[in-house]
């Protein structure tokens, strides 16, 4: 697994600014697999307790599924190599240290419990690569 980190996102303690109140810390994962469908699967099942959702941000469109404080999308691509690639984006909010868990540790469970998920499911995983993003506005 690889993790692109970047100096501005996470708490105070690594560094970064501040996650407001109002908007969403994203985390990507491109995971290449022997087979996407069995992931694409897994992650629905994971996800399967949360409500859809559908917003605009900042003009494009996202749909996914949340439960309040974590959402998730998820798609089937193709990456530059063309190899099959399910891109998943989860989306944490809440002020760092003043929601519990806060936004980051949302994230670093998230992640943990797709990989085990995988695990659990014997789906044969070739590479995930995660992503910080900037910070983005949340919609809800």
Not at 1 to 24: F, H, I, K, V
Not at 71 to 93: C, I, N, P, Q
Not at 96 to 125: C, M, Q, W, Y
């Amino acid at each position: 697994m690889r993790w692109s980190r970047r100096g501005e996102w996470g708490p105070d303690l690594y560094g970064g600014p501040r996650l407001r109140p109002d908007q969403w810390a994203p985390l990507e994962a491109r995971i290449i697999a022997a087979d996407i469908d069995a992931a694409e699967r897994a992650v629905e099942e994971l996800t399967g307790f949360m409500d859809f959702f559908r917003e605009d941000i900042d003009g494009t469109p996202i749909a996914g599924v949340t439960d309040g404080q974590l959402a998730v999308t998820h798609s089937a691509e193709t990456d530059s190599f063309g190899r099959k690639m399910l891109r998943v984006w989860f989306f944490a909010g809440g002020p760092v240290g003043h929601t519990v868990p806060d936004a980051f540790e949302r994230l670093r469970k998230a992640a943990s419990s797709l990989v085990d998920e995988f695990n659990a499911d014997g789906i044969e995983i070739h590479e995930i690569r995660w992503n910080e993003h900037p910070y983005i506005r949340r919609p809800f």
